[in-house]
């Protein structure tokens, strides 16, 4: 069935690759001074926050935003919708780009970044990040490992490489494919495994967490919701990427999987709702303060889409179908902000806004993992051929 | 066939989502992590303290920290010219603030450093056990080993843990209670020692706390009749006596629960690691339904094998 995939070779150098390099020159300015002279000379973090949007967007959002991949690994490989095969390796490439740029993040957010295999050495296990940091290494690894057959079948065979190149293409193909089935399974056991675990991050701070998201159902609704994402961004990126390379877009495909949204979403949002009447402070989002506000959006975000994509009219219709799913990521990128930072009350001394440094690397992370995936989809058999 | 693939699915998926919600449901109670007798602390006195920041001084001179000016930075003036900090910092490990109750009015002066928590949070929450609880009672901080996540600033419900934002090369900063360079000697810490007042009582952390209840019962009119850190968070390594007329809220000493605040954390993380079982039945689970839909794809001949839900 995936034979049909097959590199774009289109033209490298265009304006809005261009664009991307243009910020991650700025990215990497901004990391000459983090890197140099100081979290101080870059970003606007202090005693009282001391995470920002680079663990907020960067990390918390960026393994959210990843979850297509194992969605839809999952939907495919493991329950057997092959109908929506096409749909594979674009996600597992752009998860495994995300899962990269998270680990590339963590690098710039540590302190110490040259101590970060000290996660190895030294376990810790009561700590909610030593259980992170393992999942997200064995999880980048089994990307890594997904991805390599779209190496290998681009390769294979090919005659101008070396000797022992093409031995090892072979090795690892035999490899792979008898082994392919245990790394689905893991890679989606250890999505479960992390999604959750940053949902109890931030429940240590019983005091400072705002009680909207302070909750022992938090990491339930951190994998919920990450599941809920997971088919709007395989939705957005295809949008996107169509539009970009200039190809048919995968309207039948993206409509048909679709359909699934409602039923993850509608669990996600029926726990959500189940947990805050039970603990009882669904009041608090309707205090006007600005976390009950901040809770009102991300509501507002994952509840539209939810009763829009139950229509099929609506999943038909791909431009609305684009929109219903970046309402869906904005919403989980709102639930993320609010629970590392809008909800964080770190005392009445303190407060953060990003600074201008801290965005520029962002948008450069954002940019890189773009540029990725172009070079992904251009030189590997990424996206399956038109028909 | 087609309505037993779909009774399998449906069990399928039931057992999943029974085993993740197990995994990640409402923690049990943890039990409190019980004081040792040999455990060190400190006793502060706010009632006795007359804020003459010698403590202070003490400590910036033990631990050879800079001092930090108020009246301009040190680029402009080429050195501070006065030690005036505002609240703690990676310059900082203790400091002098004056405080007034909201209600009373009354005004008192409060040390803050490192509480030495019972059950630290930052010692649960660090990633590669940089904070540690020594054996008498001291939670230490290993620089080496500490890879910067900041974590422990997020865990720690008094924020004490501070980080350097100006290094290059940064690393967490808070009170030692001067383990290795006084206590291993034998000697009290360096602020205890420089009170001229009285205020700050070094010691074991139960003969403080008999200490504090005789001083309560020998002045209750002065005293509030609770020692602040006997079970907050779990009990503190540092004990706070306050005037009657001003509250601990007021001296920013929360009105905290009694459980440490790492138990939520710890026991959720326990739950989904708790032998292997959760990540291993949801893998079992999975590999099942796999397995399943591939023979059956296999039986049904190539193509063909989707259908609807």
């Known amino acids: 069935m995936s034979s049909k995939a097959a590199p774009l070779h289109q033209k490298f150098w265009t304006l809005n690759v261009a664009l991307l390099f243009f ?114 290494m064995l999880y980048l690894t089994v990307l890594a490992i997904e991805n390599l057959p779209n190496v290998i079948e681009q390769f294979k065979g090919d005659r101008r490489l070396p000797a022992w190149i093409l031995w090892l ?191 520029a690397v962002t948008l450069a992370f954002v940019a890189f993992g773009v540029l990725l995936y172009k070079i992904g989809v251009n030189y590997l058999p990424i996206l399956e051929e038109e028909h | 066939m087609k309505i037993s693939r779909r009774k399998f699915l449906k069990l399928g998926a039931a057992a999943g989502g029974t085993a993740v919600v197990s995994a990640a449901g409402p923690a049990m109670a943890r039990g409190p992590q019980q004081p040792d007798p040999n455990w060190v602390g400190m006793l502060n006195d706010s009632a006795r303290c007359i804020g003459c920041k010698a403590c202070q001084a003490a400590c910036k001179r033990e631990n050879g920290l800079p001092p930090e000016s108020t009246l301009g930075d040190a680029e402009q003036f080429g050195a501070p010219l006065y030690d005036s900090p505002r609240g703690l910092s990676d310059k900082t490990y203790t400091v002098i603030k004056l405080h007034r109750d909201p209600q009373s009015g009354e005004t008192t002066f409060v040390k803050r450093q490192c509480m030495h928590c019972v059950d630290p949070a930052c010692a649960s929450a660090c990633i590669v056990g940089a904070l540690k609880k020594q054996p008498n009672g001291v939670v230490s901080y290993d620089a080496d080993r500490c890879m910067g996540c900041r974590y422990c600033m997020v865990a720690c419900p008094y924020s004490i843990p501070q980080f350097e ?69 779990g009990g503190t390594g540092v004990f706070y006596l306050s005037k009657k007329q001003v509250g601990f809220a007021a001296l920013g000493l929360p009105d905290f629960d009694y459980r440490p605040v790492s138990g939520l954390t710890e026991s959720i993380q326990h739950r989904i690691f708790q032998y292997f079982i959760p990540p291993i039945a949801v893998y079992s689970i999975l590999g099942g339904i796999m397995a399943y839909n591939q023979r059956r794809k296999k039986n049904a001949g190539k193509g063909g094998a989707d259908d609807e839900l």
Not at chain 1, 74 to 99: S, W
Not at chain 1, 105 to 121: E, P, Q, R, T
Not at chain 1, 317 to 344: H, K, Y
């Open chain 1, 169 to 359: 293409l072979e090795r690892l193909d035999r490899f792979c494919s008898r082994t392919m089935a245990f790394f689905v399974i893991a890679g989606v056991v250890l999505s479960f495994g992390h999604q959750s675990s940053l949902g109890t991050m931030m429940l240590i701070a019983p005091y400072k967490l705002h009680p909207l998201w302070y909750t022992p159902l938090s990491p339930l609704l951190f994998l919920t919701s990450a599941v809920s994402v997971g088919i709007p961004m395989v939705i957005f990126e295809g949008t996107l990427a169509a539009k970009c390379f200039g190809r048919k877009p995968e309207t039948e495909l993206l409509s048909g999987i679709a359909r699934y949204i409602p039923w993850f979403l509608g669990t996600y949002l029926l726990l959500r709702i189940g947990d805050l009447a039970w603990r009882g402070v669904l009041a608090g989002a309707f205090d006007g303060s600005v976390q009950g506000n901040a809770f009102l959006i991300e509501f507002a975000l994952f509840a539209v889409p939810y009763f829009l994509l139950k229509r099929k009219r609506v999943r038909n219709n791909p431009t609305l179908l684009f929109w219903c799913s970046v309402s869906v990521i904005l919403a989980v990128v709102a639930n993320r902000f609010n629970v590392f930072l809008v909800g964080m009350d770190m005392g009445p001394e303190w407060s953060y806004f990003p600074s201008v440094g801290e965005i």
């Open chain 2, 165 to 233: 934002y100006q290094k290059a090369i940064p690393s967490i900063r808070k009170c030692t209670f001067c383990n290795e360079k006084r206590l291993q000697k034998g000697k009290p810490t360096a602020c205890s020692e420089a009170c001229p007042a009285g205020a700050i009582t070094f010691g074991k952390r139960n003969d403080l706390l008999k200490i504090a209840k005789q001083r309560i019962a020998g002045q209750p009119e002065l005293y509030d009749p609770n020692v602040y850190g006997e079970f907050e968070v």
């Open chain 1, 23 to 136: 910020f991650m020159a700025g990215g990497v300015l901004f990391a000459y001074f983090r890197f140099f002279h100081g979290f101080a000379s870059v970003a606007n973090l202090n005693p009282g926050y001391p995470f920002g949007i680079w663990i907020a967007f960067d990390v918390a959002c960026g393994v959210a935003l990843a979850a297509g991949g194992f969605t839809t690994a999952a939907i495919v490989e493991i329950f057997g919708r092959e109908k929506y095969h096409a749909l594979v390796r674009p996600a597992i490439l752009t998860a495994f780009i995300g899962y990269f740029l998270v680990a590339l993040a963590v690098f710039f957010d540590l302190g110490k970044y040259y101590n970060i295999w000290h996660a190895l050495v030294y376990w810790n296990g009561t700590s909610v990040l030593f259980e992170v940091a393992w999942c997200v």
